[in-house]
């Protein structure tokens, strides 16, 4: 990997809501093989929602990727590109990937290029862990991001500017 990128990967969700917390469990996956991979210019962030402060975070990055659960009837994971949105989108979550991209680009006048890994999840029940189900979704996922954290020029190129 070239050393000169300024990487973000943000998961964010409930890992007391079961599946709920498959964007955390990402992070902690990556973090750990990150690091014994030796790679830099990568770096972390986890929360159980975004935050308008994140639009300030990501503006200082080459690449930014959202991690979070999905309950859509996708297959077992989707990586889809971001696009800024002036809707106040607010979620089961604070805000929507779109409306901190939005944010970025109305204060900052920059739009890194922003993806967002959709992990399908299957039980929401206020408990820990994950299900069966959703375990092998990630396991499936975290295979993709250490594909693409080793290529990130991939990721920026394919970005299509709105």
Request: glycine residues 6%.
């Amino acid at each position: 990997m070239h050393q000169d990128y300024n990487i973000l990967i943000y998961g964010y969700g409930n890992p007391g809501r079961q599946d709920d917390g498959l964007g955390n469990a990402m992070i902690e996956k990556l973090e750990s093989w990150v690091k014994s991979q030796k790679m830099k210019g990568i770096h972390f962030d986890s929360n159980y929602q975004l935050n308008i402060e994140d639009a300030a975070e990501i503006a200082k990055r080459d690449l930014v990727i959202f991690v979070d659960a999905s309950t859509e009837d996708i297959d077992d994971f989707i990586l889809t590109q971001v696009n800024a949105s002036t809707d106040v989108a607010f979620t089961s979550h604070a805000a929507s990937p779109g409306y901190i991209v939005g944010l970025c680009k109305d204060i900052y006048k920059t739009i890194p290029p922003t993806w967002l890994l959709h992990i399908r999840g299957y039980e929401w029940e206020f408990k820990e862990g994950l299900s069966t189900k959703a375990k092998q979704n990630l396991e499936d996922a975290y295979e993709l991001m250490k594909e693409k954290l080793e290529n990130p020029q991939e990721l920026i190129d394919a970005f299509e500017p709105f």
